[in-house]
């Protein structure tokens, strides 16, 4: 009888470690974008950003601000966590569609667009991260065949 409450207290633990091991990271706060901290910008290094994220156990929703040569531009970005495409408009007013899924703590997003040339293709990969104390976070902007741009925001 002591072995199988040993076992059984054992089993209950891993579980309790696995969920929260599954536990999404919540990107929730207010985000102001630190240039300095990032890579490969181009013109985004003359971009300033603030981003509101309010997140659900199913629901990303984004506010962006952003400042780029004294003309202010704002867009909500909203994707759903169960992993279902919606549509989103890009930075440039550009229409995608957009499927979140997470990849342990980091939440993976495809942007798929028409592209430059008729019947092709953009797509696009997001990977969004957040430092162990909470009050940083990355995201990755990855297209085949270019190098990776790195976004650092800091929590307001």
Do not use: C
């Amino acid at each position: 009888m002591k072995h199988a409450f040993t076992r059984l207290a054992a089993t209950a633990a891993l579980l309790a470690l696995a969920a929260a091991a599954q536990a999404a990271t919540d990107f929730s706060g207010t985000w102001v974008l630190n240039n300095d901290k990032g890579k490969n910008l181009g013109m985004v290094a003359a971009v300033k950003e603030t981003i509101v994220i309010r997140q659900t156990a199913d629901k990303y929703v984004a506010e962006h601000s952003s400042t780029f040569m004294m003309k202010t531009e704002t867009r909500t970005v909203t994707y759903d966590l169960t992993g279902k495409p919606v549509p989103n408009e890009g930075a440039m007013g550009d229409k995608a569609e957009t499927v979140a899924k997470w990849d342990g703590g980091k939440l993976v997003v495809t942007w798929s667009a028409e592209g430059a040339v008729p019947g092709t293709k953009s797509v696009k990969t997001e990977t969004r991260s957040l430092s162990a104390d909470g009050k940083t976070m990355t995201v990755v902007n990855s297209r085949p065949n270019k190098e990776p741009m790195e976004m650092v925001y800091e929590k307001k």
